[in-house]
Nanobody, 114 residues
Framework: VQLQASGGGLVQPGGSLRLSCGAS????????MGWYRQAPGKERELVAT???????LYADSVKGRFTISKDNAKKSLYLQMNSLKPEDTAVYYC?????????WGQGTPVTVSS
């Protein structure tokens, strides 16, 4: 299964973006999917995950601002990002896990700046 992320861009502080991650196969095959991000000079960090059953988990830094969702029929994972802050600037990666197997999409850059 291949994952392809899109939707990044330049946005002003307080603005919104919606990231999408399309899969080449069924996403219900994954036990969980998620979004990670890596800012310049920093390690990659978890942003949000969602299980097959729909349970979600968020990093404290994005709680209340970001929402992860998925559409099995469209084979897609989404990340709605609201009230964006400069510290959200990073390359965002979509991720899928099935047991010990991990799948990564290419990153999509998000820049929050005025």
């Amino acid at each position: 299964v291949q994952l392809q992320a899109s939707g990044g861009g330049l946005v002003q502080p307080g603005g919104s973006l919606r990231l999408s991650c399309g899969a080449s196969g069924s996403i219900s095959w994954f036990n969980s999917m998620g979004w990670y991000r890596q800012a310049p000079g920093k390690e990659r960090e978890l942003v949000a995950t969602i299980t097959t059953g729909g349970s979600s988990l968020y990093a404290d830094s994005v709680k209340g601002r970001f929402t992860i969702s998925k559409d099995n029929a469209k084979k897609s994972l989404y990340l709605q990002m609201n009230s964006l802050k400069p510290e959200d600037t990073a390359v965002y990666y979509c991720h899928g896990r099935r047991g010990p197997l991990e799948y990564w999409g290419q990153g999509t850059p998000v820049t929050v700046s005025s």
